[in-house]
């Protein structure tokens, strides 16, 4: 018989495709998702930070206030440079987009598919299940995204896609580990539990919130000096 938590996964992961698919097809979907989706993991990182001080029975709030302060200074960041490369040529636009987030999603499915088979030491315990050959792996798969974008694209240099399938995999795993050390100091498995079989919003996009932002300033910096 399907595991039932299974088929939450699944059908969570279909979903997942389709609005991704519309977020590209059309402008304005991709702005209204981005806006609901930034709101809900805000408010899904304040809940993990309150629980982390609840936990160890603190009381500091104007420590709670100045990481609110911070989170929301970011997420302003993240949607200025988001919005402001949308004003950009659009179909230029949406494959830089594609670019970054299909090497995140590498990263993590090389990081899973190279831990499970080589396995070996591991990489922080911040993460027990993350070891050292998974993160190899999620370099290795991102950059045999490399040929794909270069015939999409050839106006980016393969050393230039090189460098930013690098720093967009490492970005994309500090991202990852920082929340989930979150998750442990608050001592939660998920962020929420919007998402059936795949927890938060939080947790679906903790490595592109440092990725897309660094890759897209990463991209820029390239366009323009080199």
Known sequence: MINKEYIKRTVTSLFLFVLLYLMFSYIF???ISLIIIS????????ELILKIFYKKKLKKNFLIIC???????YLTFFSVLIFNGINQIELHFKLNMIYL????????????IFGKIFKGKKLTRISPNKTISGSIGSFILSITLIPFFYFADQSNSPINLIFLAVIVSLSCQLGDLFISYLKRKARVKD???LLPGHGGILDRIDGLLFAIPIGMITWQFLATFI
Do not use: M, N, P, R
């Open 191 to 193: 962020t929420g539990d």
């Open 39 to 46: 709101v809900i993991s805000w408010l899904e990182f304040q």
């Open 29 to 31: 979907i991709l702005i």
């Open 101 to 112: 987030i299909s090497i995140c999603i590498a990263s993590d499915i090389g990081g899973l």
């Open 67 to 73: 990481i609110k302060a911070l989170s929301l200074i």
